[in-house]
Nanobody, 120 residues
Framework: QVQLVESGGGLVQPGGSLRLTCAAS????????MGWYRQAPGKQRELVAA???????NYADSLRGRFTISRNNARNTVYLEMNSLKPEDTAVYYC??????????????WGQGTQVTVSS
């Protein structure tokens, strides 16, 4: 199996910045897309941003320009740089990876989530 471990969440004031990191480990043959989702209390989980192995990115329209996703393929790690944070960005942020665990078996994996709270 593949384990995803997120880090970098915490409490930040409005207008501040945070950088989330997600490292994948385990039985990894290769990783296709990696991404970040978030879930606020009482709301559905939503896509924040995703990035392919080739570096193509996709963002939620409302977050484009403030958030930047990147990845280090050699380290099986994906990052989310979050700037100009707003209280409405408060949520649990989850890492997601679409990974081959063999040459033919493609599975989807989730991290345990990291809390981001934007408050003064």
């Amino acid at each position: 199996q593949v384990q995803l471990v997120e880090s970098g969440g915490g409490l930040v004031q409005p207008g501040g910045s945070l950088r989330l990191t997600c490292a994948a480990s385990g039985n990894i043959f290769s990783i296709n897309a990696m991404g970040w989702y978030r879930q606020a209390p009482g709301k559905q989980r939503e896509l924040v941003a995703a990035i392919t192995a080739g570096g193509s990115t996709n963002y939620a329209d409302s977050l484009r320009g403030r958030f930047t996703i990147s990845r280090n393929n050699a380290r099986n790690t994906v990052y989310l740089e979050m700037n100009s944070l707003k209280p409405e960005d408060t949520a649990v942020y989850y890492c997601n990876a679409e990974a081959y665990v063999s040459s033919y078996q493609l599975d989807n994996f989730w991290g345990q989530g990291t809390q981001v709270t934007v408050s003064s």
